[in-house]
């Protein structure tokens, strides 16, 4: 069984900073591409950044120049440093993977989010 967990979202005034974490967890034997989403009420779902376990990320043009994507390996961890929050960053966030466990099969995986709020 593996699970994702994201921790880090609250509410914060535009122009602050956030930094989320999605931790993997579980009979994991490698974590290729990992990513977060966020979906803003009535609006779909949306890619924020992807990351390939060699560390090379692909970010939505909202988002470039403001927010920072990081992998720990080691810990099965992504990170998200949110600079320079807009009131339109305001969704849940949710932290995407695809997860190579134990029995050697790959499956994708989601978390089940962590609301960000940029409101002043």
């Known amino acids: 069984q593996v699970q994702l967990v994201e921790s880090g979202g609250g509410l914060v005034q535009p122009g602050e900073s956030l930094r989320l974490s999605c931790a993997a967890s579980?009979?994991?034997?490698?974590?290729?591409?990992m990513g977060w989403y966020r979906q803003a009420p009535g609006k779909q779902r949306e890619l924020v950044v992807t990351?390939?376990?060699?560390?090379?990320?692909h970010y939505a043009d909202s988002v470039k120049g403001r927010f920072t994507a990081s992998r720990d390996n080691a810990k099965n961890t992504m990170y998200l440093q949110m600079n320079s929050l807009k009131p339109e960053d305001t969704a849940v966030y949710y932290c995407n993977a695809d997860i190579t466990v134990v029995a050697r099969s790959t499956i994708n995986y989601w978390g089940r989010g962590t609301q960000v709020t940029v409101s002043s």
């Open positions: 990351m390939t376990s060699g560390g090379n990320p």
């Open positions: 579980g009979s994991i034997f490698s974590i290729n591409v």
